[in-house]
């Protein structure tokens, strides 16, 4: 919030500003994608999350460095966020707390109360949902929306992304920083660019020179590694790797490369996926060094299920199978699904029936990747309220178990996972194409070489 606590706007900036800043330059490079392609992504996230929330209900807190995570700066766990105003001390998401603690000595260190962040989770969902059913969130703040169809209603794009921004702070008290662009890439960086409270509109056409000064680690696919090998190249910033040739790239990095250079240009050719159309939620990782040992094989499959249900329970939805994938060093990959109980948004019942599935399949072999994908999800919970009893229960049930295992207990198991060079799955979604901040940094991302010689598409793989 620089400074400004919420729900303050921060001058010039807020919702209800005449315009937004237009970034690029008219008549620069040609259009990135087909001409004529409407800018009509926006990409909506809530700034400092945890932390504003609890600033909004506790107003002595506004203007105050909050650090939400853990017990306080002597406990094991990590960061989950701070407010901007710790931010200016170098405090972020996925630190340690007690590094959090030397760095911010007057912060305000505070626990997670997951259940309160998922019901505000939802009615913000719920309010991105007025404005188009295309809405695809793709995390506990964040979403894509295309809003192509409701510019009857609710005006251009810009003014949607208004009217959106000024919902959230109405109706929530939070503020959140919007992207427009004509893809997911460019809302995405544009949403990042003015935090907080910012709004970044892209005109088409413009994408390429928006994106040519940030540094090319904004980029997704642009992990550390990657980043290390194009510094090589002597590529620093995005505007540095659209203008190298493709070939270059490709031979490099394999078909890595060329979508990187797409990226750079700003194309980006995924839509926005309407909830129906999400089939599962999944989380993967490929070793470093194949293994064979059975503690870092269960650990993973573990920080992979506490990832998966993690993001149901973000979602408000719930899974009936689980699904999981085993590729040994051979590059043989296997699938196996089972059925769960009951549908859950549980880390543990998701656990037990990943490990019943691959233990046998992992059996004497060496192990190169592992995924856990859950499936037969039910409808996203649209009105964020929960009527009948069972469901109180459960969310009572759910609220322990995530303020147990995520915020105690597996933020210690997360730090086990990095001690041992492992990635943290609730940070690092191969399946999704966003890289979290903050996070790359401690997963260790493979070599793009060696992602290269990974086939696109797995034999005996069964499409979920
Ligand atoms: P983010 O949107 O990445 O972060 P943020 O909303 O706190 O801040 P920003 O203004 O930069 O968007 O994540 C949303 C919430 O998810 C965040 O408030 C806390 C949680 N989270 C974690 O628990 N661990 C993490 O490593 C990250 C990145 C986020
Ligand atoms: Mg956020």
């Keep these: 919030m620089s400074g400004t606590p919420p729900p303050t706007r921060r001058p010039g900036r807020g919702p209800g500003d005449a315009r937004a800043p237009r970034i690029g330059t008219p008549g620069g490079p040609g259009a990135s994608r087909a001409p004529g392609t409407p800018a009509t992504i926006l990409h909506v996230d809530l700034d400092a999350f945890f932390a504003a929330v609890e600033q909004r209900d506790r107003p002595e807190l506004r203007g105050k460095p909050v650090i939400v995570g853990g017990g306080g700066p002597d406990d094991r766990g990590v960061v989950s966020t701070a407010s901007y105003e710790a931010r200016k001390f170098g405090v972020r998401s996925a630190m340690p707390l007690r590094t959090a603690g030397r760095l911010c000595p007057d912060g305000i260190f505070l626990p997670v109360d997951g259940t309160k962040y998922q019901a505000e989770s939802r009615r913000v969902m719920t309010i991105l949902r007025r404005f188009t059913s295309r809405v695809e969130q793709v995390s506990i703040d964040e979403a894509f929306l295309d809003v192509a169809g409701s510019e009857a209603l609710f005006g251009p794009p810009e003014q949607i992304a208004r009217r959106i921004k000024a919902a959230i702070h109405d109706e929530t008290g939070l503020t959140a920083s919007v992207g427009v662009g004509t893809s997911k890439l ?18 088409p056409g413009e994408e390429a020179a928006f994106l040519a000064p940030l540094p090319v680690s904004r980029l997704w696919g642009v992990g550390p590694a ?16 659209a203008v190298l040739p493709p070939d270059a790239l490709t031979r ?18 995924d839509p926005v996926h309407e909830p129906d159309a999400m089939k599962s939620v999944g989380h993967e ?38 699904v999981v994938k085993v590729r040994d060093s051979g590059f043989r ?104 901040r903050g996070v790359d940094e401690a997963s260790d991302e493979p070599e793009p070489v060696t992602r290269e010689r990974e086939p696109d598409a797995d034999a005996g793989t069964e499409d979920v």
């Design 186 to 203: 460019i809302a995405k960086i544009g949403s990042d660019l003015r935090k907080p409270d910012g709004l970044v509109v892209v005109p």
């Design 226 to 241: 990657t980043a290390t090998a194009l510094a090589e190249l002597g590529v620093a910033t995005i505007g540095d790797l």
């Design 252 to 269: 490099r990095f394999g078909k890595h490369g060329a979508d990187l250079v797409e990226r750079a240009h700003g194309i980006d050719r």
């Design 285 to 322: 990782t490929t070793f470093d060094h194949d293994t064979s040992d059975p503690e870092v094989l269960e650990r993973t499959l573990l920080g992979l299920s506490d990832g998966v249900a993690w993001r149901l329970r973000g979602m408000g939805i719930r899974a009936g199978t689980v």
């Design 333 to 436: 990959t296997v699938t196996r699904q089972a059925p769960l109980p009951e549908p859950t948004d549980l880390a543990e019942p998701i656990y037990q029936a990943a490990l019943a599935l691959a233990r046998p399949e992992m059996r004497g072999k060496r192990i190169r990747l592992l995924g856990v994908t859950a499936t037969h999800l039910d409808a996203p919970d649209q009105l964020g309220l929960f009527s009948a009893d069972e469901d109180r229960r459960h969310r009572a049930m759910e609220a322990a178990d995530a303020l147990k295992r995520k915020f105690g207990d597996r933020t210690i198991v997360r730090a086990r996972l990095l001690d041992k060079g492992l990635p943290a799955p609730f940070e690092r979604d191969p399946s999704s194409p966003l890289a979290r």
